[in-house]
């Protein structure tokens, strides 16, 4: 058979491709030199297929798609505490270079601006690596998410730093403030180097499905930052990542996302893919115009918001009914699909209908497919409190679904692989 994604990625590049509004990024002489017409995208699922189709093996510099990258590692580096008191978290709804910082503390509103960013990139590796030290700590860190060894564009980094008297005029601010602590020259040259480094858009799927696989490289299988910091950089990218824009693309795209200058776009749906489109127009908040147009394709046409709101509970409970009658009866809760809270809510109604006279409980579990902490957690309080109440509970889980299952004080639960064993 022909393989279906790339058809269709295809055909939805096809449809934006005549569009050439915008411009490139003109600020920094060797960008405004690239080739407007460039247009790619690429997938990469958790599973580890990445698909990609246009320029999706063209490199470009990653520009501001290294914030939300850097920040993980520095969190994982220095640990939220140091982060945190450093850069905030609110979404500035101002240009991605504004020169604004909190008015009380001096701190850069989120790491995805400029001030942010600049701060976050001297916060990478430990506190006394040299500058030297610190680009290599993030090229190392960038690699990692990219599942190969990145190199740098010199001479975008050398036009950048020509003309970066806006990022210098924003550290020398931060270093007034006491954010930064030290020379703002080797920390701008740093960031400008990690803005520099080269992928293709193949790379920044990757990248973005390592953030979607909670942090594991999907190629490699390297645990490359861990998964708290994942919850916080994705959370920073739905609220931040596109300036002041985020509000429409929050609302009418949905993925938690981030742009830069050069073109690249990247999206991580969480649980399932990394997205990654590579065109060098931009609109006027520094977004590629066609890479917002595939990604509201994309969100449409694939289901891929992240409020869109999954199938109900309901469906946990599939019957609930009684087998044989008397003192030997057996009253059965078969349930199915993937248990979370709302559906553990559900379980827990069925089973307070429960009439004391029906002495024989058994929760089946064999349809269940997955079930998550808390609600595995509130399966087995149900257990406990049907023992206290004087019930026989019995788990039908031949797949051991809930592992070693211990409801605690008082409770008593027999594991069995068929409820039909116990008529
Ligand atoms: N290096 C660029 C800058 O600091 C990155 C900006 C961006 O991609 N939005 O201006």
Partial sequence: MRPIIPDYLAEVLGDVEPDASGEPAGYIPELAAADPDRLGAAFATIGGEVYGVGDSDIEFTIQSISKPFAYALALSDRGFDSVLAKVGVEPSGEAFNEISLES?????????INAGAITVHSLTGAEDLNPAERVERVLHGLSA??????????????????????NLAIAHMLRGHGILTGDPR???????????????????????????NRGRNPLSGDQVVPETVVRQVLSVM????????????ATQVGIPAKSGVAGGLIGALPGQIGIATFSPRLDRHGNSVRGVSLFERFSSDMGLHVMEVPAAARAVVRSHHVVGSGPGALRVLRLQGGIGFAGAERIV????????????????L???HSIDDVARRMVLEVARRLTLDGHEVYLVDPESIIPDPDPGDGGRVTVVDTWNALT
Avoid: K
Wanted: glycine content about 6%; overall charge negative.
């Fill in 104 to 112: 009380d503390t001096g701190r850069p509103l989120n790491p995805m």
């Fill in 145 to 166: 998410f990219a599942g190969r060894r990145l190199r740098m564009d010199e001479a975008v980094c050398a036009s950048e730093m020509e003309t970066a008297h806006r």
């Fill in 186 to 212: 080797p920390i701008v040259e740093g960031y400008v180097r990690q803005c520099s480094v080269l992928v293709t858009t193949r790379d920044l799927a990757v990248m973005a499905a390592t953030l979607a």
């Fill in 238 to 249: 739905f609220s931040c990542g596109m300036y002041d824009a985020a509000g429409d693309w």
């Fill in 349 to 364: 109604r069925e089973a307070e209908e429960i009439p004391s006279s029906d002495v024989r409980v058994a929760l089946d």
């Fill in 366 to 368: 064999t349809r269940v």
